[in-house]
């Protein structure tokens, strides 16, 4: 027999901008000094930006700027650690990249000892990253959910997807 209360039980929390436009009484979460990004622009990971294998470059300096400029109109810069918008870049990075060799080569392959036919390994990779991506997403827009006197209205991701893609 477990205890405790399960995840997900419950009644689900309201956005900050629910609670101030009920009135209730509500604040953003204050962070202490040693939470706090440094201010400015941080460089970029070597390894985020670095050259891949065909000559191409990765997308993550486009997504975390894209990112980083809607979570600073959301005012929730601050709180989201610059970690998990690093994870959720390359996680998009990786999975416009697999969606490219799919477009490029299809998503058919050869299977490496039988010579048959088989599903190309980027369909699943980029199922992989998707997932990935959705999950580092969640928790970037819960921050912002429950942090953010800025009302938004539809899901801000489909905006930068579009963006990207169109690009």
């Not at 486009?62 to 610059?82: D, F, N, Y």
């Not at 009302?151 to 690009?167: F, I, K, S, T, V």
Request: hydrophobic share 35%.
């Amino acid at each position: 027999m477990r205890g405790g209360a399960r995840i997900g039980s419950g009644k689900k929390r309201k956005s900050l901008d629910e609670r101030i436009q009920e009135g209730t009484a509500a604040k953003a979460r204050v962070l202490n000094a040693l939470e706090a990004e440094p201010e400015g622009e941080a460089p970029i990971k070597d390894y985020l930006d670095r050259q891949q294998a065909d000559g191409s470059q990765l997308r993550t300096r486009e997504v975390m700027k894209l990112t980083k400029a809607w979570l600073k109109a959301m005012g929730c810069e601050a709180l989201v650690p610059s970690q998990l918008v690093e994870q959720y870049a390359l996680a998009v990075a990786r999975w416009i990249q697999c969606e490219e060799y799919i477009s490029a080569n299809g998503y058919l392959g050869t299977h490496p000892t039988t010579g048959g036919v088989c599903q190309s390994p980027f369909v699943s990779m980029s199922k992989d990253y998707k997932k990935q991506m959705n999950t580092d997403w969640f928790m970037i827009w819960q921050i912002v959910k429950e942090n953010s006197s800025v009302g938004y209205q539809g899901d801000p991701q489909d905006d930068m997807m579009e963006q990207l893609l169109g690009g």
